[in-house]
């Protein structure tokens, strides 16, 4: 018999029942994140069936998706989009409070993405089931647990029993091995992927991130990496923990100390595929033939290394239909196109080193007049951060936008977005069509990409503004 | 309750049609579940398409309450959202050559069924127009007239829950008594 994936084993460790041909397992959920967005139908089905929510010790809520990134006005009222996102917003902070739901509400310093404050916090642990309204909640498996994107009504069945019906699904292991090029990053890596096996090549899987370039990285390279794995259609993406993991979670406020720590410690330590573990699929992926990536159609499978042209639709019907939207043509160069703006933020890159590298191109440059760049920390935390790095005063003396913290382009719903027809080069996660507003065309790309654009107004290869230092 | 459904066909010759198409995000400030259908495909319902036809013309809510589009189907986002704005504009089923796992698991919560079929069936009816199609959920068969009876995959579980209108959280709810026991190990 083979051994356990580290999927399998927290898997196993999380049924409450196996499943059998009749019926799903039942998982149960070690840590429920909610947002404003797809929770309130949850708790008002809760409501209707006057039923409690079983363990809000085990919820975690924020604000962040319909919140706006502009401060309070002069007559103290927040700048939201509408009335109906105000009330959405309102509706979260009742439900939270009816049920005692530890809300990172306005004020909070812990306030932010959904997917930047969990691990910030250390609510994020390695052998966790982890599940959100919110399909970005792969993220979380770069600790090392199992965490994936639910509807609102599994919002409702986790509240009313801290459990979910499941089917197991299958696995997959990606192999990148041997080092990233310099200007390369987990956002290439992650785009490249998709580029590799497709925008459904995950489909119905958990994949592991496995190789010595995943061991490489840094813990936020490794959440940029999980991140973006529904983009290839998976369930799940997950990094078996580490030193690099432990050292991150140590001394997190709602990490364990003490001796729980070195009792969770030796937990986490056997938290690995085993060696003779079996997947449903295997990958290999070689870091160095890996190049700073973009996006160029209305899917993040869509991707083309920057120094390259458009690839043809090939009389493939939806592709043509995509390079229309995008107003480009095949064989086309992706450098040297005109952008419009810039978007540098969200739970892909969101964070305080994507901000560092953003900085780093960014610093005594200038952003090209007219590419409009809009700079969004992933939280509170990130955005305290930054400024006591004087990272934002590089971002304003470029002539960026530095904001306040939430999903903002990223998701658009919140009155941040591109006009129809604007080329954007975003980084966050989903350039399908109007995701940034109405004909806005995305490209998607990593921080250090987007802010070499934003300096050239065009797309570029962010190597040529890399310090010799910096490599 | 629901054993059967009979309904025209309605092509949606687009692959990788994702959630931010079905439902468009600006749309999801809403705190409820209903109302969404006249937002569903927002942008597409408005906008000439790459061939310069409005891909929604000539769809007639009271006729087809069957979906058929290209591959992956519902990728994207996981909001519950997308399947809600489907059955309120009239659909009852999708049916798709893969369908995302997220947007499949809310069909099924909601009542609309996502019908996978292999490449050759899904092509027969996206180039012969509306088709009058026989689903029957019990036997997992999609009647094709002029070309054959095709079966697609359904766990017994959620055939059970479609069929006879189980609502899946009063089934977790009976399972309260193995809950605690597992809190308490």
Redesign the interface.
Known sequence: MSGQSLFEKIWQRHL??AET????A?L?IDLHLLHE??S??AF??LER?G?AV?RPDRCLATID??TPTLPAGSDGRLPY??A??E??VE?LYQNCRAHNIRLCGWGDPHRGIVHVIGPELGATRPGMTIVC???HTSTHGAFGALAF??????V??VL????L?Q?K?GTMRIDIDGDLPAGVGAKDVILHIIGAIG??GG??KVIEYAGSAVRNMSMEARMTLCNMS?EC?A?AGMVAPDEVTFDYLKGRPLAPGGDAWDQYLLEWKALHSDSDASFDEVVCINAADIQPTVTYG??P?MTVAVRDSVPAANG???D??AL??MGVEGGQAMQDMPVDVVFIGSCTNGRISDLRQAASVLKNRRIKPGTRTLIVPGSEQVKRQAEAEGLDRIFIQAGAEWREPGCSMC???NGDLAAAGERVVSTSN?N????QG?GARTMLASPLTAAACAVSGRISDPRQFLDSDDD | MTKHIDSLSFNLPIDNVDTDQIIPAQFLTTTERRGLGQYCFYHWRQEPAANDERLFSGFDPARHRILVAGANFGCGSSREHAPWALLDMGFRAVISTRIADIFRSNALKNGLLPVVLDAEAVDFLLQHGQTALSIDIAARTVDIPGYRTVSFPLDAFSAYCLIEGIDTLDFLLSKQDLITRFEAR
Do not use: W
């Open positions: 409450v029942s041909p009749q019926a799903p039942v149960y967005v797809t309130p139908q008002a089905e069936r039923l079983r998706h319909s989009v509408s109906e996102a009330a959405q509706t309204g919110d399909s994107g639910i509807g609102t009504t599994e409702g069945h009313a029993t801290q459990c019906l089917r699904p925008v459904d489909t119905g529904i259609g369930r209305t899917h499978g493939n019907a939806s043509a239909k229309k939207y998701i658009a719903m989903r399908f069509e109007g995701r109405r």
